[in-house]
């Protein structure tokens, strides 16, 4: 006598991947100025924040000025950096336009 054995198989519903961090662009313009992210490695694992603010003169990109975080930061990734140096960058505009 022989005997049949069904194997029966889980169905498995593939998960859906979360959604990717959204990254700054390689250049942004904010009221008028130009932002570069250009966040560094300081080793494998961590990056510092820095981007560089230019704005325009005479019809072109002009006068650009590295800015860092005012804070000793250190981040796991280069978009996490980009994204503070973003935000550094925003508030140094911000105070700028302000004065002006």
């Known amino acids: 006598m022989s005997v049949i054995r069904r194997v029966i198989r889980p169905v498995v519903t593939p998960v859906p991947k979360a959604p990717a961090p959204s990254l700054p662009p390689d250049e942004i313009t904010y009221r008028g100025y130009r932002i570069q ?4 490695s300081i080793n494998r694992t961590a990056w510092s924040p820095r981007v560089v603010v230019s704005m325009r003169i005479d019809g072109h990109w002009a006068q650009a000025m590295p ?34």
């Open 37 to 40: 992210p250009e966040s560094y």
């Open 67 to 100: 800015l860092y975080s005012p804070r000793v930061v250190r981040f796991s990734s280069r978009e996490e950096a980009d994204r503070c140096a973003l935000e550094v960058a925003k508030a140094w505009i911000d105070t700028t336009v302000q004065s002006r």
